[in-house]
């Protein structure tokens, strides 16, 4: 059975950092790109980040560009999102998105606000 669970998400100030998780099973992770997504309130889902197989090519949003990086451990199955200089626009529902099997997770919230 695929899992995609997340973690980390919760309230920050403007400029503040978090680090979202999402631990896979159930498929074999080092042959899956992934990616992150978010959706803000009231708004469509929109890629974030995405990782290939192997962690060896990345790219992102213009939005989160020197913000934000993503990575991957292929030993813990598991996949990173590193938000640093974080903005109220950056509030929204992520989501981790394994693109070997098409799955999501079921997302984390993440909040911006003083």
């Known amino acids: 059975q695929v899992q995609l669970v997340e973690s980390g998400g919760g309230l920050v100030q403007p400029g503040g950092s978090l680090r979202l998780s999402c631990a896979a099973s159930?498929?074999?992770?080092?042959?899956?790109?992934m990616s992150w997504y978010r959706q803000p309130p009231g708004k469509e889902r929109e890629l974030v980040a995405f990782i290939n197989s192997i962690g060896g090519y990345t790219n992102y949003a213009d939005s989160v560009k020197g913000r934000f990086t993503i990575s991957r451990d292929n030993t813990k199955n598991t996949v990173y999102l590193q938000m640093n200089s974080l903005k109220p626009e950056d509030t929204a529902v992520y989501y981790c998105?394994?693109?070997?099997?098409?799955?999501w997770g079921r997302g984390t919230q993440v909040t911006v606000s003083s």
């Open positions: 998105y394994a693109h070997l099997n098409r799955y």
């Open positions: 159930g498929f074999t992770f080092s042959r899956s790109a």
